[in-house]
């Protein structure tokens, strides 16, 4: 496998990147959740924290969570593989795999058909263990009560995922009150691409083009071996949606079942080197589709710093701000923010895994925004956590460790809005 060494490469807007060595493919073999990108469910590996910096005590929360696990987002993950699985079985051109992959799934698809789209019980159960580790980890910010706010997109996934953390946050945090709501004007924040067309706000800025054939070329160099791996012939497939609606649907089923199963029931579809190919294909597919929107998720940067801002100087009611969304949004702010330097552009498809990891937003994924305050001087610092784990902002010069001063993350914000404004 390639390996190679990213140092000192520009930032989009001229800062430089630390040198990191990786193979990100090697990671993606190692693991069939990481392999399953934004369709895999959260993973519980985070670091012990970083102890804040001697007189630093945490005060402010702000947070933005994906929703849980859930089924597949369309139904069509589940009837276009029944259609197909059904004409092969009719023509009787299913192979011994075939065979296998039909009996599991006919007896397998019914319940998540009925429940696409859905949050599932392992999604409600990761948003609740997320609330009592938070709580758990910053008791300075709950211990002491107070008031703070909860809100969803108008997915009913969102809403189901912001209840089933506000009632594990009240229950390990009994003293504070927290505020839920899903109006359809929260979208500005919560998911602005979705927001109601008069509420839509643009920015200037997009992504460098890079070669969409490379996506194609991933994907097709092992299609015709996963299609003789299930049938002794093709002729029924253009009747039933054609070879590629189906191998797309096939990997994003395959991506998501864990979702709401346990056992590996169908891990024999794919081999190993099929596995890391699609979901780099895919994962290079979600970069276009997600990352081009990084500029469109400045309302919420300015929300989160808004909030942030009103707790500091008093003028806020809210001691913490919970948020509840998508996989889109956090794909796209990720990169806005330079997370662990994922906000570099590369004109070269086969190069964007090294920057841009689907990965990194699995189910439930979150972002939290931690702010520290000095007991004596009153100087603010701010700590970055994505899932749990503490990460770096490589356009600032840290105070310590991964803890920056407040004031210069806002500076740096006040340089995207020069360089992006809207339209």
């Known amino acids: 496998m390639k390996k190679i060494l990213i140092s000192a490469l520009a930032f989009t807007l001229g800062l430089t990147l630390s040198a990191q060595t990786y193979d990100v493919r090697e990671i993606v073999a190692a693991d069939h959740n990481k392999a399953a990108g934004c369709e895999g469910p959260y993973r519980y590996d985070a670091s012990p924290l970083t102890p804040a910096p001697k007189g630093y005590e945490p005060f402010y929360i702000s947070h933005y969570g994906r929703h849980g696990s859930r089924y597949a987002w369309n139904d069509d993950t589940y009837t276009v ?52 580790a938070m709580v758990a980890e910053f008791p300075e910010i709950f211990a002491r009560g107070g008031k703070f706010l909860a809100r969803a997109s108008k997915s009913p996934r969102a809403i189901t995922s912001m209840a089933a953390f506000c009632a594990s ?153 919970f948020r509840f969304g998508h996989d889109t949004v956090l794909n796209a702010i990720i990169p806005l923010l330079n997370i662990n330097g994922s906000g570099y552009q590369s004109d070269k498809a086969e190069d964007v895994k090294y920057w841009f990891q689907n990965y990194n937003v699995p189910k439930a994924a979150n972002l939290q925004f931690v702010l520290y305050r000095h007991k004596k001087s009153g100087d603010i610092l701010l700590k970055l956590l994505l899932n749990n784990s503490e990460v770096t902002l490589p356009q600032l010069t840290a105070v310590s460790g991964p803890y920056y001063r407040w004031s210069d993350f806002k500076a740096w914000a006040d340089s995207v809005y020069a360089a992006h404004p809207q339209k």
């Open 81 to 132: 593989i029944r259609k197909v699985l059904e004409a092969a079985k009719k023509a009787d051109a299913l192979t011994e795999t075939g065979k296998l992959f039909y009996s599991r799934y006919m007896d397998f698809y019914q319940v998540p058909l009925m429940n696409y789209g859905d949050l599932t019980e392992l999604g409600a159960e990761q948003h609740a263990s997320i609330a009592a």
């Open 169 to 321: 946050f009240e229950k390990n945090a009994p003293k504070a009150e927290v505020e839920c709501n899903s109006l359809h004007t929260n979208m500005t924040v919560i998911n602005p691409p979705e927001a109601p067309d008069e509420l839509v706000r643009d920015y200037e800025g997009s992504l460098k083009p890079i070669d969409r054939g490379y996506i194609t070329e991933l994907r097709e160099k092992h299609y015709d071996n996963i299609l003789d791996r299930l049938f002794t012939s093709r002729r029924f497939l253009e009747e039933t949606g054609g070879r590629s609606d189906f191998l797309f649907e096939l990997h994003m089923f395959w991506s998501g079942y864990h979702n709401y199963c346990s056992e590996d029931l169908f891990e024999f579809l794919f081999t190993d080197e099929e596995i890391v190919d699609l979901w780099e294909a895919e994962n290079c597919r979600l970069y276009l589709s997600h990352s081009s929107d990084r500029y469109l998720m400045i309302p919420l940067l300015q929300d989160i710093i808004a909030g942030a801002d009103a707790a500091i100087d008093g003028t806020g009611e809210y001691r913490g701000h």
